[in-house]
């Protein structure tokens, strides 16, 4: 069984053994690294390498790192380039050496060349072994050709590059279409000739956007003189996309992407990475007390001004949780635009009008129901408190609607990361802002009578 | 040119008319469905089938409506039964049968069987057109029987499954593994009898962590008696993975999931689905009015309490968002599940803390910073205000943390989606208790001296 996508469609235990596979599958989350290693030795060889190819690169190198040294070549030998490169990117920097020492001559140069690449674009995801012909060789002739190289370690011979002898990549065809054609034509007279392709530069959610779009099993990466380097295939995308959508959630959570499982991240890392957003929402959120402190008499004057202030603040924030997590996901998925910022801010504008109008409206009838089944004094202005709270709900929910939508627009045009316009992020501004409208509407409302 | 996934490894435009079809997909997400049907319409054919295969079903299905009646029996019959299944689902249902009626009657009856299935599980994601060959053929009596396959609208011909008499499902080879076995084995001798398969009922949620957990290209359904229905394709989950995340993160935005493209939804269904939670939201965060109203007194003693309502109230939110983000996006990728809660609420419970060590110890240095270089004056008592701020915050923090953690187990124990413990519901349930929290302590700190 070899690591290849298309070989093997079966990497399922066998019968016998598939208790204690699934066993060590569903423990091993909570299993120490010394415990999984044991485990993983006691599964027999072609248990032990299905289940080994079902993990993700880091489990993989604490696994071979606490294999005794004799039986890491094996397991590294077992791997595809990519793959081999993930791995040892995520190793310890003094343990890279010795693993790639691990790998036979040719894979440790193809590993070697994955490894200038950044992990996150198409050069730190695709692999080298791809299946080719030249443009001149007749069909039968490029059949034969591809059955020699299916025995090799490719990652797929069934999309098969057309290459000239300068590795210019000329065309594509699917071994399908080679099975179909006549024998005597040649590979040229069949290929495609305009070609889906990414550069190794691409961004990998660039990538998993250009898969998402064309339904191909995988697509060749070429450099700026158009010479094909690799593929990036499908089964890798799965994982780019899932990593991507983690990585906007937790940023919309408001802290740093963890790049870790969140049950195997180290207690302190995982600390660092939420403790920096945290501090700084903390200490902007300062400046509510500023703001409110600004308003400190008409609050001695009324207390009752101050009851109303959780529930205000609360409106404006929620609704610009909504209007961010909208615009963040339609940006990542490329159905909004930079350029469209002014088609969702006359959207976001009237949403949050219709929504500010309605939530003002509840307020409103909060404070009149309160008054009179007597929950409640909030003396002979009471109509006033009622026009005040739901005035100032139907402007913070417009602002907190509106800044929550234009802030990942912002945060673009600034080059930064959209998703990192969060919830808390979006409600830590619309809070300051919001005080400021409630105190103001209740001094256009309550002059002369309360305050 | 047919929808197969691995007939044409080239769906790009022809290099002369790219310009084109480039300018048309740009476009798209602007045009009325008008402009849309007359620009697709300029397209030579070739591009525009190519380009009618990288729309999704429910702009297919507009485009096709928009076309003159004898124009659309050519575009139906492009599609595979899959997903012309899918466009018949998001046709309004007037529309259904007659749609239907314009596919050739092989067709129709595997459309019709495939609408049976719900849209979201295995059964409606499948495609009942794989490549099957019997246990007993000989190697190259196989690989001659899929070369005719390969001519027929097949997803793939690369995994070939292997199928009794009865249509149960025994075993499955790769073409590869065929293309490089000895000819006069057979197909008996060289499959894989363990297999990795998935129910026909089985939610696409689930279906998706499948494949992300096996590299497979393909997956076969089968129902309760073993007989093989259909096969779900690598290509339609990385569709399933992006909605999956994109409902996901419109949940956690604090609404219900749109389910449809933000720029394309009707204006007042997307305020239907906003202000469900927001009006709920709102109603539940009047207790903290009335909460506040509990504590009336000790804020007419001491007005310098309510300035710092806002700054505790938001640093419970913004943990316990923090939180629910991580244990949700867990939960969605199976990293965390139900029997973990002890491991999680022992993290999370250390991790409040801890945080909230830190910001408290922030809000202590701000009231004493303030105090003593002068920019406010708490009185005689602010290092008393300075203990009430720091243990606040402490509890607070913890508080929002382990909410925010434990509400999706919560959700997920009752059997509802863990992913509608959106961080402003956590923050509004925060909130309350934050409020009573903040004024207990302060009563403890303060009693006898501002209380």
């Given at each position: 069984l070899e690591p290849q996508l298309d070989t093997s469609p079966t990497p399922a235990p066998s019968d016998d053994d598939s208790l204690v596979v699934d066993e060590l599958r569903d423990a091993w989350s909570i299993l120490s690294i010394d415990d999984r290693a044991e485990g993983f030795r006691l599964l027999a060889r072609?248990?032990?390498e299905d289940f080994f190819f079902t993990l993700k690169a880091h489990d993989q190198q604490e696994l071979i790192l606490h294999l005794p040294s004799a039986e890491r070549r094996s397991?590294?030998?077992l791997l595809a380039p990519d793959d081999a490169a993930d791995l040892v990117q995520d190793a310890p920097p003094e343990e890279r050496e010795p693993l790639l020492g691990l790998l036979d001559e040719q894979t440790r140069r193809e590993v070697t060349a994955l490894l200038a690449y950044?992990?996150?674009?198409?050069?730190?995801?695709?692999?080298p072994r791809f299946a080719r012909v030249r443009p001149d060789m007749k069909v039968d002739e490029a059949i034969s050709y591809l059955r020699k190289q299916a025995k090799e370690r490719l990652e797929t011979i069934y999309y098969v590059y057309v290459l000239d002898a300068h590795q210019h990549l000329d065309g594509v065809v699917s071994f399908r279409e080679l099975l179909t054609a006549p024998v005597d034509r040649t590979v040229r007279d069949i290929m495609h000739t305009s070609i889906v392709t990414v550069h190794e530069n691409m961004?990998?959610?660039?990538v998993s956007q250009v898969f998402a779009q064309h339904d191909l099993m995988s697509i060749p990466v070429i450099d700026n003189d158009g010479h094909m380097k690799g593929i990036v295939t499908f089964d890798d995308i799965v994982d780019v996309v899932q990593e991507e959508a983690t990585e906007d959630i937790q940023k919309l959570g408001g802290m740093e992407a963890l790049d870790e499982p969140y049950l195997k991240i180290d207690f302190f890392r995982m600390i660092k990475k939420r403790v920096g957003w945290l501090s700084a929402l903390f200490i902007s959120e300062m400046f509510t007390t500023t703001a409110m402190t600004?308003?400190?008499e008409e609050i001695e004057r009324a207390v009752v001004l101050s009851l109303f202030v959780p529930l205000i603040m609360s409106s404006g924030g929620n609704s610009g949780s909504q209007a961010t997590s909208l615009v963040i996901r339609a940006m990542?998925?490329?159905e909004v635009k930079l350029r469209d910022w002014w088609r969702v801010i006359r959207r976001e504008l009237l949403a949050g009008l219709t929504l500010g109008s309605l939530l003002g409206l509840i307020g409103l009838l909060r404070v009149i129901i309160w008054q009179n089944v007597g929950f409640y004094d909030y003396g002979a202005h009471y109509l006033l408190v009622a026009g005040t709270i739901c005035c100032s709900v139907l402007g913070v929910v417009t602002w907190g609607t509106l800044t929550g939508s234009m802030l990942p627009f912002l945060l673009r045009a600034l080059?930064?990361?959209?998703?990192?316009?969060?919830?808390p992020f979006v409600a830590t501004l619309v809070d300051v802002t919001g005080i400021t409208i409630y105190f103001t509407v209740a001094m256009a409302f309550l002059h002369g009578t309360l305050l």
């Open positions: 072609p248990d032990a397991w590294m030998r950044a992990e996150d674009n198409a050069g730190g995801l695709m692999s961004d990998q959610e660039k600004h308003f400190e990542a998925l490329g080059g930064l990361d959209p998703a990192s316009a969060s919830a």
